[in-house]
C-alpha cells in the first residue's frame, strides 16, 4: 500500500524570502480558484482607507428551541435580539458554541480563516482470510472543518437605504464527519470508537455572499458602531434532516456582525528594521463569547489582548506558541519554528502460504525451434494473514510533516497594508485502520497520525507597539472531534 510522499523543508530562521512548504499528500488539492468578483463587489480603490472586522459565530440549538422562536418573532432583518436569546441559552446549558472566527483586513482584500482536520480514510482493502481485519491498501484526505472568508467593498451601485456604503460579505464552508461505516462483520465487532472505516460526511455552504450593510463608517477614527453598523445577520441555518433530528442532532445558527473605519495612523513600514513578535493563545470559548457580546467589532482587534492576559493571570487560557524577531530592510520576510513528525506510509502484513494441491500437465515446449512434449508440475496455494502479532503489519516506507507555526508578512506597493500568511500545524492524535488479537485483546496494527491547522491570510494596518489580533481558529482532539470549550487567538506586534 502506498501514499504519495511528502517532502518537508525545516527552518527556524528569520529570512528574506521563504520556502514554501509542499502540501500535504493527502490533503485533496483545491479547485481552480473563482475569478474576482467586478469592481462593485471589489474594488479596492472605492475605499483604499477603510479597515474593517468580522465576527463570525457558530451555536448548535435544539431544532425546537430555534423553531419556537421563529415561530413567535418571525426571520429578522437585524438578528441582534436573536443572538442574545441565543447566548442567554448558551449560558443555560440549552444551546453548544461552536465556533467563532473573527476576520481583520482592508476593503477590497478578503480575510480567510481556516481551522482544518486533516481526515485520512481508506477507500479500498485487500481481504486476508477468516479471524484477520482486512488490510487497508489505498487511501484519501478529506479536510473537515471550517473555512470563513471576509470582503468589505463599497457597492456604489446600490440604491436605497444605505446605498453606496461599505459592505461585509462573508463566504464559507463548514465539514464534519458524522461518524464512519463498514461492512465487515469481524471489525464492526471488534472495533474500538475512534477507529476510521468509510467515513459519513457532512458539507454545508456557507453565507454564499451574504453580505451586510454598515452605514457608520463616514466619520475617520471611528471606534463604536452605530447599531446598523454593529447589527447581527442571521446568515444560515443549517436544521437536521428528520432522520438525525431523531437522534438528536441540533440545529446550526451563523451569525455575522462587524463594521468598519477610517484609518487614521498608518502601518509602519517593514522595508524598515522592525521587531515582530507573534502570541498563540487559547482561551476558554464561553469566557470569549461573552467578552464578544460587550464590544464594538472594531475594539475586539485591539483589545482581545487585554482579555487573553487576564484569563492567563486566572490560570484559564494558555500561552501555546510564541516567537520573536526583528524584520530586515527587505519588504518580505517569514519566520518559522516547526519541527518533522515521521510516519509510516506503507505496510506489508506477514502472511502464510499453504499446499492446497499439486498436479502435472504436458505444456507446449519450445525446444531449439522446435515443439516437443514434456510435462509440467503446477501448484495451488492458500495465502492467508497469520492471526495475532504474528500476523502483525511491518511498516516498509516512511514520510513526515513539518508541523510548527509560521508566519509571513510582505509589504507591497499597493500601500493597503502588510500582507500576512499564518499557519500552525499539529499532531492531534493516531486514527487506526486495522487491528489484530493479541491474548484476547484487540490492539493497534495500521495507523496514521491526525493532523489539524488553523491558517489566516489577509491584509491589514498595525498601529506600532501594540498587540492586534488576526485571527481566532478552534483545535481538534481527534477524528472528526472539534474541540468546543476552548478558542485560538493569533496575536501580531509590530515595533
Not at 524570502?17 to 479596492?44: D, H, I, Y
Not at 413567535?72 to 443572538?83: F, I, Q, V, Y
Request: charged content about 20%; aromatic content about 8%; some cysteine.
Amino acid at each position: 500500500m502506498k501514499i504519495r510522499p511528502f517532502i518537508p523543508c525545516t527552518l527556524l530562521a528569520i529570512s528574506l524570502t521563504c520556502l514554501a512548504q509542499e502540501p500535504n499528500p493527502f490533503v485533496k488539492k483545491e479547485g481552480a480558484k473563482a475569478p474576482e468578483k467586478s469592481s462593485s463587489e471589489n474594488s479596492p480603490e472605492s475605499s483604499p482607507d477603510l479597515s474593517y472586522v468580522g465576527i463570525v459565530e457558530h451555536i448548535l440549538v435544539p431544532p425546537d428551541l430555534i423553531d419556537g422562536w421563529m415561530r413567535k418573532n418571525g426571520m429578522p432583518a437585524d438578528a441582534s435580539n436573536l443572538r442574545a436569546a441565543v447566548q442567554q441559552w448558551v449560558v443555560e446549558g440549552k444551546a453548544t458554541l461552536d465556533h467563532t472566527s473573527v476576520g481583520v483586513g482592508v476593503t477590497g482584500q478578503r480575510a480567510k480563516n481556516e481551522s482544518i482536520l486533516e481526515q485520512i480514510y481508506p477507500t479500498e482493502y485487500q481481504q486476508n482470510g477468516s479471524g484477520v481485519w482486512p488490510l487497508p491498501t489505498s487511501f484519501e484526505t478529506r479536510n473537515l472543518g471550517y473555512t470563513a472568508e471576509f470582503l468589505g467593498y463599497t457597492d456604489e451601485y446600490a440604491t436605497g437605504p444605505g446605498g453606496g456604503a461599505p459592505r461585509l460579505s462573508m463566504e464559507g464552508q463548514f465539514i464534519e464527519m458524522q461518524g464512519s461505516a463498514i461492512w465487515d462483520s469481524l471489525m464492526e465487532k471488534t472495533r474500538q470508537p475512534d477507529d476510521v472505516f468509510f467515513p459519513i460526511i457532512r458539507t454545508m455552504g456557507l453565507g454564499q455572499g451574504a453580505s451586510q450593510a454598515v452605514t457608520n463608517a463616514a466619520a475617520p477614527g471611528t471606534s463604536s458602531p452605530s447599531t446598523q453598523g454593529g447589527k447581527y445577520t442571521l446568515i444560515s441555518r443549517m436544521d437536521p434532516l428528520a432522520e438525525e433530528r431523531k437522534s438528536g442532532l441540533p440545529s446550526r445558527l451563523v451569525f455575522l456582525r462587524g463594521d468598519f473605519s477610517k484609518d487614521t495612523a498608518k502601518s509602519p513600514p517593514l522595508s524598515e528594521s522592525r521587531y515582530v513578535s507573534l502570541a498563540v493563545v487559547k482561551v476558554p470559548h464561553l469566557e470569549f463569547s461573552a467578552w464578544l457580546q460587550k464590544q464594538a467589532p472594531l475594539s475586539v482587534p485591539r483589545e482581545a489582548w487585554q482579555l487573553a492576559e487576564a484569563l492567563r493571570k486566572d490560570g484559564i487560557a494558555e500561552l501555546l506558541d510564541a516567537a520573536d524577531g526583528i524584520a530586515g530592510s527587505a519588504p518580505k520576510w517569514t519566520i518559522e519554528n516547526i519541527r518533522d513528525v515521521i510516519y509510516p506510509t506503507e505496510w506489508e502484513p506477514a502472511s502464510q502460504r499453504t499446499f492446497l494441491e499439486r498436479w502435472a500437465a504436458p505444456p507446449e515446449q519450445n525446444v531449439d525451434g522446435k515443439q516437443a512434449p514434456g510435462l509440467a508440475t503446477y501448484g495451488r496455494y492458500k495465502i492467508e494473514a497469520l492471526p495475532g502479532l504474528k500476523g502483525a503489519s511491518t511498516a516498509t516506507s516512511f514520510e513526515s510533516r513539518n508541523i510548527g507555526t509560521t508566519l509571513e508578512m510582505e509589504t507591497k506597493t499597493d500601500g493597503q497594508g502588510v500582507h500576512i500568511s499564518f499557519s500552525r500545524v499539529s499532531q492531534v492524535a493516531e486514527t487506526v485502520y486495522r487491528r489484530i488479537e493479541d491474548q484476547g485483546k484487540w490492539i493497534p496494527d495500521v495507523k496514521l497520525p491526525l493532523f489539524a491547522s488553523t491558517r489566516c491570510t489577509t491584509v491589514y494596518r498595525f498601529v506600532p507597539g501594540q498587540w492586534t489580533m488576526i485571527s481566532t481558529g478552534s483545535e481538534y482532539t481527534g477524528p472528526g472531534k472539534v474541540d468546543r470549550e476552548h478558542c485560538l487567538l493569533m496575536f501580531v506586534k509590530v515595533e
